[in-house]
Antibody, heavy 119, light 108 residues
Framework: EVQLVESGGGLIQPGGSLRVSCAAS????????MNWVRQAPGKGLEWVSV???????NYADSVKGRFTIFRDNSRNTVYLQMNSLRTEDTAVYYC?????????????WGQGTLVTVSS | EIVMTQSPATLSVSPGEGATLSCRAS??????LAWYQQKPGQAPRLLIY???TRATGIPARFSGSGSGTEFTLAISSLQSEDFAVYYC??????????FGGGTKVEIK
């Protein structure tokens, strides 16, 4: 069974750093495109970042230069390192797997972890 | 960036009735459109991809249609578990993925 479990969220001051994790089971993160999608309170969904099967990465303009996605294949876990956090980064961060069909929709999502950026 | 506009923002429906949700793209996305359902406090769940193909385990009362810029998600005979927020997402313009703002389907 495919499962994604996020952790690491919390309250952080503006300008601070935080790392959130996504532990996967039932498949290998190293052979899939793994993504972070966020949802600000009461708002819609925003794609944030991807790590490709080959290890390349991509980011939304809103987080480029501040966030870094990486993975640990031995732990089957994907991470999002968030630096220089802003209040507008406050959101639930979901880990999501791109579909195995190769098309860019998300077939499995985790339950999310809340990141609150506030002084 | 392709802007996805969903309407209405809120739809009030009685259990057992049908519902039709709309999603419009600011430019053609071909059939590269997905629909997700999200219940309070839960992650989104994939319902439809390729504009009209149901994902694994999704009941037949959910159907998607459309192509280009106009898309529809129809739910026939709403069950209690169908009251949720629904989002569309275009994936025609990778790496620029965009979601609609959502339609909340509430109990009338």
């Amino acid at each position: 069974e495919v499962q994604l479990v996020e952790s690491g969220g919390g309250l952080i001051q503006p300008g601070g750093s935080l790392r959130v994790s996504c532990a996967a089971s039932g498949f290998s993160v190293s052979t899939n495109y793994m993504n972070w999608v966020r949802q600000a309170p009461g708002k819609g969904l925003e794609w944030v970042s991807v790590i490709y099967a080959g290890g390349g990465t991509n980011y939304a303009d809103s987080v480029k230069g501040r966030f870094t996605i990486f993975r640990d294949n031995s732990r089957n876990t994907v991470y999002l390192q968030m630096n220089s956090l802003r209040t507008e980064d406050t959101a639930v961060y979901y880990c999501a797997r791109r579909s195995s069909s190769g098309w860019y929709y998300f077939d499995f999502w985790g339950q999310g972890t809340l990141v609150t950026v506030s002084s | 960036e392709i802007v996805m506009t969903q309407s209405p923002a809120t739809l009030s429906v009685s259990p057992g009735e049908g519902a039709t949700l709309s999603c419009r793209a600011s430019q053609s996305v071909s059939s590269n459109l997905a629909w997700y359902q999200q219940k309070p406090g839960q992650a989104p769940r994939l319902l439809i991809y390729g504009a009209s193909t149901r994902a694994t385990g999704i009941p037949a009362r959910f159907s998607g249609s459309g192509s280009g810029t106009e898309f529809t998600l129809a739910i026939s005979s709403l069950q209690s578990e169908d009251f949720a927020v629904y989002y569309c997402q275009q994936y025609n313009n990778w790496p620029s993925l965009t979601f609609g703002g959502g339609t909340k389907v509430e109990i009338k």
